[in-house]
């Protein structure tokens, strides 16, 4: 069996700000930011409790998209790689790296090294990817990138796994007699979480992974997914349990005294902590928060309290 969280009760993490810089998010703050900063609130989510923290990956973004999306996305293995030095705790979570575009020879390389030098702490999550042009770039089949992804993921299980030298044959990929260290610490192998919520996404997951990371579901929409997706595991016979995620409304510890938008739950640590534990009612396993903040120390600040106000209210 392969499981990374705690049973039986919901836990908390977070995508890092600074490494993705859309403007459908980012604070404005985050422009000057940099390394300091992302290790600061990577240290930050280790003193809170914080289950993971989660970079994501596009390698070039065109410039149709340029204005919505930005150009600042970190690369997920050197960010990961530098922020596991400086932390003890927190799992390492790719959210999520693009594995298609790459052979997975490279990817099991990467990211074995980076739980080799974490101590065990990835978590690979893994998506079809969205940008045309990068495909096209690196000559991968944009309109076959769903089933080079379910390939990816089926190599990756044998290349992470527990043999040195693995084997794995498919219709674009093929291995044998290769060795490759170091290994993964993790046993059998870490933990793979499948990312999207499309039902060709949700089938992936339910049939292939470890993890689900839903994107865009709004609140009333998930205990449908998630039946879904328990429906589809059940079909294929697989008995292992699948960790569930959600992300959550942006949140504020507190009365914020600042504009933070409609959508942003904000207020007493009880009443955030009695709407975020309606999603483990709901199935909900892992639960990604974001908040809202002007300046890295607010955002830490927020973090201490949610981890030290909100969480302790979540059970077991």
């Known amino acids: 069996m392969v499981r990374t969280l705690p049973e039986g009760r919901l836990v908390y993490g977070m995508q890092l700000p600074v490494q993705s810089q859309s403007t459908l998010y980012a604070e404005s703050w985050e422009a000057a930011a940099g390394p300091a900063d992302l290790v600061e609130i990577a240290r930050a989510a280790d003193r809170h409790g914080f289950a993971y923290i989660a970079c994501c990956e596009h390698l070039a973004i065109p410039r149709r998209l340029a204005a919505a999306m930005g150009t600042t996305w970190y690369d997920p293995v050197a960010t990961l790689a530098h922020l596991a030095a400086v932390t003890e705790r927190v799992r390492l979570l790719s959210h999520v790296a693009v594995v298609g575009l790459k052979h997975p020879l490279i990817t099991a390389k990467q990211y074995a090294t980076l739980d080799q030098l974490s101590g065990g702490r990835l978590i690979l999550g893994v998506g079809a990817g969205h940008v045309r042009e990068e495909f096209e770039a690196l000559g991968v089949d944009f309109g076959r990138r769903g089933a080079v992804l379910d390939e990816s993921i089926d190599a990756l299980k044998a290349a992470l796994g ?155």
């Open 162 to 316: 527990p043999e040195e030298f693995a084997e794995f044959k498919g219709a674009r990929f093929a291995f044998a007699g290769l060795g490759q260290a170091p290994r993964p610490v993790q046993s059998p192998r870490p933990p793979l979480w499948v990312g999207g919520s499309s039902p060709a996404a949700v089938r992936r997951a339910a049939v292939r992974g470890d993890g689900w990371l839903p994107q865009g579901d709004r609140r009333e929409q998930l205990p449908g997914q998630i039946a879904r997706l328990l429906a589809l595991r059940e079909a294929a016979g697989i008995e292992e349990p699948i960790t569930v995620g959600t992300i959550a409304e942006p949140l504020y510890v507190g009365e914020p005294g600042w504009e933070v938008g409609r959508w942003t739950l904000s207020g007493a640590p009880e009443r955030i902590a009695e709407s975020l534990r309606a999603y483990r009612a709901m199935g909900v396993d892992q639960v990604q928060v974001r908040f809202r903040s002007r300046s890295r120390s607010e955002l830490t600040d927020q973090m201490a309290a949610f981890g030290s106000e909100v969480a302790v209210h979540f059970g077991d």
